[in-house]
T-cell receptor
Framework: ETGVTQSPTHLIKTRGQQVTLRCSSQSGHNTVSWYQQALGQGPQFIFQYYREEENGRGNFPPRFSGLQFPNYSSELNVNALELDDSALYLC?????????????FGPGTRLTVL | QKEVEQDPGPLSVPEGAIVSLNCTYSNSAFQYFMWYRQYSRKGPELLMYTYSSGNKEDGRFTAQVDKSSKYISLFIRDSQPSDSATYLCAMSVRNNDMRFGAGTRLTVKP
């Protein structure tokens, strides 16, 4: 186990609703990245937060937003849910800015949009 | 053309076989190359990390990067049933936003 936790484990929403996903980073890690993994696909980078500020963003619309708290935990918010938002949402924490070489993933939140 | 291409398999091998997994990419600016293993219903687990070109070995795993051909490989020696998982290649330019392949599903049969 990596020490990265995510909640909830599973979530079912309907189109147009809003959702908040949560991630607790591994102890000592100050960077959190969020990824979307559709079924049968590799994860796609959504954005990264370093010391409470956004540090890079992938090709996702503004209705995907995030937040990092002083304890380095993080939230992913998705507004106006669409059917294509159904996916596994992964967060990964690391101990330095960027830090792709030391990213540790949580188990993910499975979101289903009906 | 996708930025990172990876054959999704599935790949099935007998226990003890040498497994070769590969990815190609189109962005010559990629500098950081990773391999992840993902078991069903789990998050990806980092196996290997390589910066720039060259080989890296860790136990039964060897990662190779050929930047001139835009081609990376992961070799698994003496494969075990516990190696059965999906293997994801990933790469990045600035060491923050990783671009993943689609993953190759591997089954090692006893």
């Amino acid at each position: 186990e990596t020490g990265v936790t995510q909640s909830p484990t599973h979530l079912i929403k309907t189109r147009g609703q809003q959702v908040t996903l949560r991630c607790s980073s591994q102890s000592g890690h100050n960077t959190v990245s969020w990824y979307q993994q559709a079924l049968g696909q590799g994860p796609q980078f959504i954005f990264q937060y370093y010391r409470e500020e956004e540090n890079g963003r992938g090709n996702f619309p503004p209705r995907f937003s995030g937040l990092q708290f002083p304890n380095y935990s993080s939230e992913l918010n998705v507004n106006a849910l669409e059917l294509d938002d159904s996916a596994l949402y992964l967060c990964a924490s690391s101990s330095e800015r960027g830090g792709t070489d030391t990213q540790y993933f949580g188990p993910g939140t499975r979101l289903t949009v009906l | 053309q996708k930025e990172v291409e990876q054959d999704p398999g599935p790949l099935s091998v007998p226990e003890g076989a040498i497994v070769s997994l590969n990815c190609t990419y189109s962005n010559s600016a990629f500098q950081y190359f990773m391999w992840y293993r993902q078991y069903s219903r789990k998050g990806p687990e980092l196996l290997m990390y390589t910066y720039s070109s060259g080989n890296k070995e860790d136990g039964r795993f060897t990662a190779q990067v050929d930047k001139s051909s835009k081609y990376i490989s992961l070799f698994i020696r003496d494969s075990q049933p516990s190696d059965s998982a999906t293997y994801l290649c990933a790469m990045s330019v600035r060491n923050n936003d990783m671009r993943f392949g689609a993953g190759t599903r591997l089954t090692v049969k006893p």
